[in-house]
């Protein structure tokens, strides 16, 4: 077989002759400089890995110098060139360079900066034209199909790159070319520190982030001055960029939490995403010297960027320059999530009927000198129960768990009635069954309750705290009607203790903060702070530290309520048996997918975020909720354990279904009876600054 002749490099000698035969003077306006020197070229070739039969793309060939190097060492190259003589004059010199590995080689005439995947399909080699200028000539016709370029992807960029415009050429194409997986550049030295400078340095820049947004970028050799023609005033240096598998997730999500990225893994919403960091990574530099909380105001509304910088873990005072792409994209999702919410709020707010916050009820109800004649003190408030939507155990410290947790309030409520008297603490419990309960009977909660002492009940505990804050003395007695299933993974017990610390703030005047009474619910019980706020709300430490959220569009759900109780502690430490290795909490930037799903009421999405590190202890405790947890499946409803269970919830599309399903899950042997609810927006008169604080 007849040997390919070995390709020529072009030596600074051929460069100067190109240059006057073409009368090409190199301008400054393209910035363009060639390099002369072969050993140079072989050097870029080499560090770029580039083997034989590899897709190359080449930003601006020139004359041909490393294009040559490329095709020397095997590789199939695609030039884009944006100056039309040269474009014009490179494929004689690649026929007279390199005649044997001409046909590996395409050309196109375009600014690098509109080059899309669509221009470089259907190309003809270099070898191509030629022989179609031949053809005109009465040639014969070639075999096209073996030399066009109509699969070419390129999979590396290899390039001397014009420096005024080596970021964003760079940037446009990881963009515009997901094929492209590594990239070995030659740029200006100071722009090649600030592509792989990292935080806190202090050339860190808009480049060095939005870079590391596609990947990791490392120096390469630096490449003297000499080798060029002309000779450039700055220095140069190879840059090498290795595009992360998912640039989406660089250490955001992982592992277990991978599904959450499900819902942002389009090549649509990826862009949208980048779209949005590379916006913000714009807007936090525009003003580097700045903190960013005050840096970020504008950027954040009509949310407060203080809350939204601290609710990603990030020191509000800190600047632009601190950090990483991954705190970028944290904020960026966060604030998407949440503002998808917002148009939720007033929504909510109107549909909403039913007294169920906290506050609203205490408010209205309590009357300071009510009793009038009597002049009996009364406070009366309720709070709901919840269930967790998301639920991701840590491992154990000091007892407690590390959580990471979503909490939904629903449509049942505990109600507290404290009126004071002269001695005496006297503590009476009543049921009610809730609206459109199947097969509801008070006998399983009260058997459930039947051994409680009531100094250990959480609405006794709760009024005495505020009692001591406040140094009274006196009597109570305490009216506890309830209508949320006892040991049931939602909280019951803990909305007790939730109503009566804001019944007893009103009844006793006081006068503490939700903050305070936040301090002195979490004293009480893990699951006691979020009764006093209801509504949608992230927690995080032992489910203790509640940050609010937006509102959830208004769901269906029914809750079948196991005739069994599971104490919360059991649960715990059966998860400790089985599932204490998966210890990652995520934060709540990571959760944003689930937050994106619930604001849009996005049932397929849901089905696939919510998630409950409990729910394998629950069901192996009690093994019948799974048959439960199946037809309620095979009934189109949405299953998980709530907390710690035993009760199975199911969302469902719909008031009908809902009713349908409460029907039929309510036959069951293992189901005491099923309460069809909705979620409970917070009546908290929240402004976007304040969700998150
Ligand atoms: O705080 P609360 O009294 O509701 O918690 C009951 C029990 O549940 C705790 O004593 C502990 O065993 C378990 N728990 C846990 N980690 C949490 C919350 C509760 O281990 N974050």
């Known amino acids: 077989m007849e040997e390919n002749p070995p390709v020529r490099l072009l030596t600074a000698s051929v460069i100067n002759q190109l240059c006057h035969q073409l009368d090409i003077r190199p301008t400054k306006q393209l910035g363009q400089n060639f390099v002369t020197e072969p050993s140079a ?37 695609t030039a884009c060139e944006i100056d039309p003589r040269l474009a014009s004059f490179l494929p004689a010199t690649i026929r007279s360079h390199a005649s044997g590995a001409a046909a590996q080689m395409f050309l196109i005439q375009k600014d690098a900066l509109k080059l899309v995947p669509a221009d470089l399909t259907g190309l003809s080699s270099v070898d191509e034209e030629a022989k179609d200028a031949g053809i005109e000539r009465g040639r014969k016709a070639p075999d096209v199909s073996s030399v066009s370029s109509r699969d070419f992807s390129p999979k590396i960029l290899v390039s001397n790159l014009p420096y005024n415009v080596a ?8 963009a515009a070319f997901p094929s492209i997986k590594r990239a070995l550049v030659m740029v200006q030295k100071e722009v090649a520190l600030r592509l792989c400078a990292l935080p806190g340095n202090k050339v860190y820049g808009v480049p060095s982030v939005k870079i590391a947004w596609y990947g990791q970028a490392r120096m390469g050799s630096e490449i003297s001055r000499r080798v060029f023609y002309p000779q450039p005033n700055v220095d140069s240096a190879l840059v090498e960029i290795t595009r992360e598998t998912n640039p989406l997730d660089i250490g955001v999500l992982e592992g277990e939490l991978g599904n959450l990225s499900s819902r942002a893994g389009s090549a649509g919403e990826k862009e949208v995403e980048r779209q949005e960091v590379f916006n913000l990574v714009d807007q936090a530099f525009a003003s580097r010297r700045k903190m960013l909380r005050a840096g970020l105001k504008s950027w954040a509304q009509p949310l407060a960027a203080e809350s939204l910088l601290q609710a990603c873990g990030i020191d509000p005072t800190a600047r632009p320059e601190n950090l990483e792409v991954k705190q970028f994209v944290a904020l960026a999702r966060l604030r998407r999530a949440l503002l998808a919410g917002f148009e939720n709020f007033s929504e909510s707010a109107a549909t909403s009927g039913e007294q ?17 004649k009597t002049g009996k003190k009364i406070g009366i408030a309720s709070a709901n129960a919840k269930i967790n939507l998301f639920l991701a155990c840590g491992e154990s410290v000091a007892g407690y768990h590390r959580l990471s947790t979503v909490f939904q309030a629903v449509s049942l409520k505990e109600t ?27 006998g399983r909660d009260q058997e459930a309750l039947a051994d409680l002492d009531p100094q250990d009940n959480l609405a006794t505990r709760a009024f005495m705290l505020v009692a001591e804050h406040c140094g009274y003395q006196g009597g109570v007695r305490i ?20 109503a009566a610390l804001l019944a007893a703030n009103q009844v006793l005047e006081a006068g503490l903060s939700r903050e305070e009474l936040a301090e002195l619910a979490a004293s009480l019980g893990a699951d006691v702070p979020f009764g006093l706020y209801g509504g949608t709300c992230f927690a995080d430490r032992r489910g203790d530290r509640i940050t609010p959220l937006p509102p959830a569009k208004r769901l269906h759900l029914v809750v079948a309520v196991s005739p069994e109780t599971l104490p919360t502690p059991q649960v715990f430490k059966q998860f400790d048996q089985v599932g204490a290795e998966q210890a990652i909490t995520p934060t709540l930037p990571e959760i944003s997918p689930l937050l994106e799903a ?14 409950n590190d409990l729910q394998a202890s629950a069901l192996l405790l009690i093994p019948q909720l799974k048959a439960t947890m199946e037809l309620a499946r095979e009934l189109g409803g949405i299953p998980f354990i709530s907390g710690s269970g035993p009760s199975v919830i199911c969302l469902v599309d719909g008031a009908a279904k809902a009713e349908k399903l409460a029907a039929e899950l309510a036959q069951l042997e293992q189901v005491a009876y099923t309460l069809p609810l909705v979620f409970s927006p917070s009546r908290q008169n929240l402004s976007g600054k304040q969700w998150l604080a």
Do not use: W
């Open 598 to 611: 619930l604001y849009a009421g996005d049932f397929g999405s849901l089905a696939k975020l919510v998630r």
């Open 41 to 77: 070229i072989r050097k870029i070739v080499r560090e770029a890995g580039v083997e034989a039969g590899d897709q190359v793309l080449e930003v601006g060939p020139g004359l041909g110098s490393l294009t040559l190097g490329l095709l020397e060492a095997g590789a199939r190259v």
């Open 167 to 174: 970021v964003p050429v760079l940037l446009h194409l990881f």
């Open 416 to 442: 507290v009635e404290i009126t004071l008297q002269p001695n005496g603490i006297d503590l009476e419990v009543s049921y009610s069954a809730p609206p459109g309960a199947v097969g509801y009977h008070p």
């Open 479 to 498: 009216q506890l009607n309830k209508q949320v299933p006892v040991a049931a993974g939602m909280a019951g017990g803990s909305a007790d203790g939730a």
């Open 356 to 372: 169920t916050d906290s506050e609203a009820v205490s408010a209205a109800c309590f009357d300071p000198g009510c009793g009038g």
